[in-house]
């Protein structure tokens, strides 16, 4: 279907630009939560760390152990590594391309690291980690993770060939995402080159998370840089994308969970009392044993 045969694009409601938050040396920028937006429910949180290059003989990342109840993560490696290890026994190394999908459910500890190769011999590192919120119904699940390297997840192209897409979750394009989610819900990491464009009719019910990566996008008629979270109204029209210059692009977008949410530290639950059980579970030790 080409670009011309609609007329209506869904409309804007506002441009997020990431702030700065570095994380001891990690170079780290975060559209949401900011003082201008808490949430697009069910996405609730970005990091953006990177682009830098670390030298030889590095510390890597700082993300050492730490626990999570009530949430997910999708992390997106783009370049460097993450050694995920967890209190549930998984453990895996996934490179440049590759994605992490872990739910914390009812609670979990775990720690991302860098490699050891990566720490003795430096590299560039940037990865995003994307938490998605669980319903009231799920947030005491059992504990879950699945790390794919970049030659497992499935992708198509568009545009000839200048817009090729990973497809995570749900269905695009006749193709099936690689995990199968706690929620619907469809994600995809996608790159242009200069002058692709696709586009993209989203339910008017859903809710879209769109954060440029890298590049600058004309979204909409509306030229957007990287490191920016475009923010859409729930009216009717589609997507329209073209890259002004080379581009990553992360694009999701689900129904609302309309639940109340209390977020605090690692924990995202309902309410401030789950919150402090979530703590006292914790300290008690039911999140399992750190055995790394």
């Known amino acids: 279907m080409s670009i011309q045969a609609f007329n209506e694009m869904r409309k804007i409601k506002r441009i997020h630009q990431a702030e700065y938050r570095p994380i001891a040396d990690l170079i780290t920028y975060s559209p949401l939560p900011t003082r201008s937006l808490q949430q697009i429910d069910p996405f609730i949180f ?21 626990p999570h109840r009530g949430m997910e993560t999708l992390t997106f ?5 993450i050694m995920h290890m967890d209190s549930s026994g998984h453990e895996s190394v996934i ?13 979990l500890i775990h720690a991302e690291i860098s490699s050891k190769a990566f720490k003795q011999n430096g590299g560039d590192l940037e990865i995003l980690q994307l938490w998605i919120n669980l319903p009231a119904a799920k947030k005491m699940i059992a504990p879950n993770y699945i790390g794919l390297q ?23 394009n006749g193709v099936d995402g690689a995990f199968e ?15 692709g464009k696709f586009e993209k009719e989203i339910p008017t019910s859903e809710n879209i998370f769109f954060y440029i990566v890298r590049g600058k996008l004309k979204v909409n008629e509306e030229l957007v840089n990287f490191r920016n979270l475009v923010e859409f109204e729930n009216s009717n029209g589609i997507i329209q994308v073209e890259a002004s210059e080379d581009a990553v692009l992360i694009l999701g977008h689900a129904e609302p969970i309309n639940e109340p949410m209390v977020a605090q530290g690692p924990f ?25």
């Open 46 to 66: 970005l990091n953006h760390h990177g682009f830098q290059t670390y030298p030889k003989g590095n510390q890597g990342l700082p993300f050492g152990p730490h």
């Open 77 to 81: 490696i783009l370049e460097g590594d």
């Open 95 to 107: 490179g440049p391309g590759g994605v992490q999908y872990m739910t914390a459910g009812k609670g």
């Open 150 to 172: 970049k030659d497992q997840i499935p992708s198509f192209e568009l545009d000839s060939g200048r817009v090729k897409v990973q497809q995570l979750f749900g269905q695009w």
């Open 181 to 195: 989610g706690n929620i619907p819900l469809s994600m995809s990491t996608i790159y242009l080159k200069k002058d």
């Open 268 to 292: 995202v639950m309902n309410t401030q009392q789950q919150i402090y059980e979530a703590y006292q579970d914790y300290q008690a030790g039911k999140f399992g044993t750190w055995n790394f």
